[in-house]
């Protein structure tokens, strides 16, 4: 009986120190969470347009609703008496994958310009009031195309006030607007690798280094070597063309297996009938991407960027040798890697470049208003 209520009373002060704690946490970071709450509260805030001073300049409200359609509204009357009307909220469902076209809700523009806007594809609420009535058709548009092609659409936008851009593309100053890669042949590291528990033989270190390390940037400077080498290398071959822009990118391939390039599914086997992969190495892929004016990336082009990394410097000596022995083991032993016989998956033993320019494209969507009764189009 002293027992049980021992028990009892550890476990109340437990609950009550529990209490302190719960309470404590809550007062210090509360604010912080009503914080952090506090944009998506606005978000789901019922009312749209109850915080508005319709006096302040020129209102028009788009409206794209499953049932009463695509409309938009331009008497400011209408709009003054629909303020406490107009009611939108999203519900959380929506931010789950799989909902939908979210193009759904509703858009106010001042002055032709987009100042609020809330869209979905789930609501928990969607009224409208009156709107519907007296509002007028609206079209939407959209336009992907090249620097000079928005910009002329921008400007002969702007001369009409019956059009409302809803978003687009920042239209850089600069001309660099044509755009080539050029892939550099594989880089071979050096990797050692041990059994785990299910036999799969993970990496332990790659060009010495502890994989974890390598993976979270202590590289010893490999790639930061690698950038500045290829970078360096194209900007000295580019000569006097010099306003150009360069990235280095990269990818990474653990394993690779030989092939017989004469077949399409030629992979090559040991004699107990395994796929033979080259496990001494991981392989490194770098590629630059280049933006210029036209005439400066024409010339760009062209240029031979062949030597900008050397066989030696990619390893390419020790993994031709490995690959010798690979095949020796193989069920087709007669095949010569020197010949070109044997292939080694995704792995890349020349530069190649994009084939033509790329004239790089951005993004327009606009809303036109048509002189006309909105009609009646149902989404399903």
């Known amino acids: 009986m002293k027992k049980t209520m021992i028990y009892a009373i550890i476990t109340l002060i437990l609950i009550f120190a529990v209490w302190i704690i719960l309470k404590s946490l809550t007062n210090k970071f509360g604010k912080d969470i009503n914080e952090f709450y506090e944009p998506f509260r606005k978000q789901n805030s019922d009312s749209f347009l109850g915080d508005v001073d319709f006096s302040d300049g020129n209102y028009v409200l788009y409206i794209k609703h499953k049932e009463l359609g695509e409309f938009a509204v331009v008497n400011k009357e209408s709009l003054k008496a629909n303020r406490d009307s107009l009611k939108v909220k999203v519900s959380w469902a929506n931010y789950l ?10 858009m106010l523009f001042k002055d032709n310009k987009l100042i609020k806007r ?15 009535q007296g509002s007028v058709s609206v079209k939407e548009h959209r336009l992907n195309a090249v620097k000079r092609d ?37 880089i071979a590291v050096p990797v050692t690798r041990g059994k785990d528990d299910n036999g799969y033989q993970r990496i332990l270190t790659i060009n010495g280094i502890d994989y974890s390390e390598w993976q979270n940037g202590k590289d010893n400077g490999f790639d930061e070597k690698w950038t ?11 000569g006097g063309i010099t306003d150009f822009d360069v990235s280095i990118l990269n990818g990474t391939l653990s ?22 992969y080259l496990k001494d190495f ?16 024409e010339k ?10 050397s066989e030696t410097d990619r390893n390419r000596p020790k993994l ?19 010949k070109g016989e044997v292939g080694l998956s995704d792995y890349k033993d020349s530069v190649t470049k994009s084939k033509t320019l790329y004239e790089q494209k951005y993004q327009l969507n606009w809303l036109e208003i048509e002189n006309e009764p909105a009609g009646n189009t149902v989404y399903k």
């Open 118 to 132: 809330r869209n979905g594809g789930v609501f928990k609420i969607f009224e409208i009031g009156n709107l519907k």
């Open 228 to 238: 500045t080498q290829i970078d360096k290398c194209i900007k000295m071959k580019a």
């Open 150 to 186: 928005i910009q002329n659409r921008i400007d002969s936008l702007n001369a009409s006030k019956n059009i409302f851009i809803i978003s687009q593309s920042d239209l850089p100053k600069e001309d660099k607007e044509f755009h080539f890669r050029i892939y550099f042949p594989s």
């Open 97 to 106: 994958p799989g909902e939908g076209n979210r193009s759904f809700g509703v």
């Open 320 to 338: 031709i040798a490995k690959m010798k022995d690979l095949v020796k083991q193989s069920t087709k032993p007669s095949l010569s890697v020197e």
């Open 300 to 309: 760009l082009l062209t240029i031979d960027y062949s030597d900008c990394i």
């Open 282 to 297: 991981m392989y490194y892929h770098y590629q630059a991407y280049i933006g210029a004016n036209k005439e400066d990336a």
């Open 255 to 276: 394993d690779a297996y030989l092939f017989d390039v004469s077949q399409d599914w030629g992979e090559l086997h040991s004699t107990d009938h395994q796929i033979l």
